[in-house]
T-cell receptor
Framework: DVKVTQSSRYLVKRTGEKVFLECVQD?????MFWYRQDPGLGLRLIYF???????EKGDIPEGYSVSREKKERFSLILESASTNQTSMYLC?????????????FGPGTRLTVT | TQLLEQSPQFLSIQEGENLTVYCNSS?????LQWYRQEPGEGPVLLVT?????EVKKLKRLTFQFGDARKDSSLHITAAQTGDTGLYLC???????????FGTGTRLKVLA
């Protein structure tokens, strides 16, 4: 079974802090994704990566950056956390040749910025 | 804007009842996926439908892809409390790499 793990299930940070969210997958997947999920807005893509050191902006990249130094690990960074970044953050991966379909998700990190 | 509209948005039913949820778009999709997300967890992939008119069964869940590949449905027979969750359809419109998620149907099955 594909396993995607995220470093924290719950996180509380203060406004202005730098926040790191880590995601690791164990299935050698090429593609990895970061989403945020908010009530009424659904899942929105923040960034994705199709290879090590490669990244592409999603629909809402403002205020975020990412890092992919190793194939199995994809990090989301909030440079200076703000209250409007309070959300559920979901990491996903998908195998090559699938055109990003059939994504496997981690359990999510519920981030609260106060 | 390419959208996947799901209906109904919310559904509350008694255990043992049958239900159908719908996923509709004006775009053609090469395939569609269905996911279920339980409260506090990430979505879990249930199935992929690829061919127009295709029907796939997963125990009490039946998934159908429309003939024109613009819509899909999920039918649950004899719902159980364990079916409670958010059901999401998703896919990439043909000719694009952009993967989009539907608006979701939140199902609650009462004992």
């Amino acid at each position: 079974d594909v396993k995607v793990t995220q470093s924290s299930r719950y996180l509380v940070k203060r406004t202005g802090e730098k926040v790191f969210l880590e995601c690791v997958q164990d299935m050698d997947h090429e593609n990895m994704f970061w989403y945020r999920q908010d009530p009424g807005l659904g899942l929105r893509l923040i960034y994705f990566s199709y290879d090590v050191k490669m990244k592409e902006k999603g629909d809402i990249p403002e205020g975020y950056s990412v890092s992919r130094e190793k194939k199995e690990r994809f990090s989301l960074i909030l440079e200076s956390a703000s209250t409007n970044q309070t959300s559920m953050y979901l990491c996903a991966s998908s195998p090559p040749g699938q055109g990003f379909r059939e994504q496997y998700f981690g359990p999510g990190t519920r981030l609260t910025v106060t | 804007t390419q959208l996947l509209e799901q209906s109904p948005q919310f559904l509350s039913i008694q255990e043992g009842e049958n239900l159908t949820v719908y996923c509709n778009s004006s775009s053609v999709f090469s395939s569609l996926q269905w996911y279920r997300q339980e409260p506090g967890e990430g979505p879990v992939l249930l199935v992929t439908v690829v061919t127009g008119g295709e029907v796939k069964k997963l125990k009490r869940l039946t998934f159908q892809f429309g003939d024109a590949r613009k819509d899909s449905s999920l039918h649950i027979t004899a719902a159980q409390t364990g079916d409670t969750g958010l059901y999401l359809c998703a896919g990439a419109p043909s000719g694009t790499y952009k993967y989009i998620f539907g608006t979701g149907t939140r199902l609650k099955v009462l004992a």
